[in-house]
């Protein structure tokens, strides 16, 4: 069972109504020590070997809009009885129009719109780097599940960035980058690695053969966000 419910709130001080967002659900609930983990990345706190799906990142990431927002994401739960979440969010009763700032941060979100292309098998982990770059509205990710696919896809619609697994089921990373690295029509295009395989000589060879940069699932977060900033800031700017 799910219950939602919302309320208003006055907080002491005048700072501003805010405005509570409650999701509870009588389900298995959370002890002490899972609640200390809970907003870990990646962290799904022993039930990945449930029969339910997941990556661990959704409260992260939900974590950090709130917070975006001037709000916060809480949380209460007890084992056997179920969990409370609780957004809150600071509550306008009146329509603002837009700011300058806000209108020049869209018109530069358009500006600055990259394509990246991920060569991904795995629906979780192309979920997770989804979820990652929802952190970047700028960023359209487009994917391609075998690695014959990606190359045609590099070739025909060259994206701003590629990122990269290594395990492929129809051809070896390892070669698709060599292949991408030997055509001068896409030599350019930068390509980082996204692999289990944390082998220094692997992340070496990988390196060596044109990578930009060389990543280790399970991805961190922050540090996904900063390779692509990086490399795509490096970019000509274009429209649309």
């Known amino acids: 069972e799910v219950r939602i419910s919302t309320r ?7 700072s501003g109504a805010l405005l509570e967002l409650d999701v509870s659900d009588s389900g298995q609930g959370m002890s002490a020590a899972q609640l200390a983990q809970l907003f870990q990345p990646f962290n799904r706190l022993g039930r990945e070997r ?16 709130a917070e975006r927002q001037g709000g916060a ?28 700032h806000a209108a020049l941060e869209e018109i530069d979100s ?15 982990n192309v979920e997770v780097m989804r979820g990652i770059l929802a952190q970047r509205p700028q960023v359209q990710l487009e994917v391609a599940t075998t690695g014959l696919d990606g190359l045609a896809r590099v070739r025909t619609a060259p994206p701003d960035l ?13 070669a698709l980058l060599e292949h991408l690295q030997a055509d001068e029509t896409t030599a350019d295009i930068a390509v980082v690695v996204v692999s289990a395989d944390a082998l220094p000589e692997q992340i070496a060879a990988a390196l060596a053969a044109g990578a930009s940069r060389y990543l280790t699932k399970p991805v961190a977060i922050d540090e996904v966000l900063a390779v692509i900033d990086e490399l795509l800031s490096k970019l000509t700017t274009r429209f649309g």
């Open 162 to 174: 590629v990122l990269l697994d290594m395990n492929l089921p129809d051809i070896d990373g390892m």
């Open 110 to 124: 358009d500006y600055h719109r990259r394509q990246v292309l991920y060569i991904e098998d795995n629906e979780i």
């Open 8 to 14: 208003c709130m006055e907080p002491a001080g005048g």
């Open 50 to 65: 449930g029969a339910v799906d997941g990556t661990g990142i959704g409260l992260v990431i939900a974590t950090q809009l």
């Open 73 to 100: 994401l809480r949380v209460a739960s007890a084992p056997g009885v179920g969990s409370t979440f609780t957004l809150v969010v600071p509550l306008t009763t009146e329509p603002q129009a837009p700011s300058v």
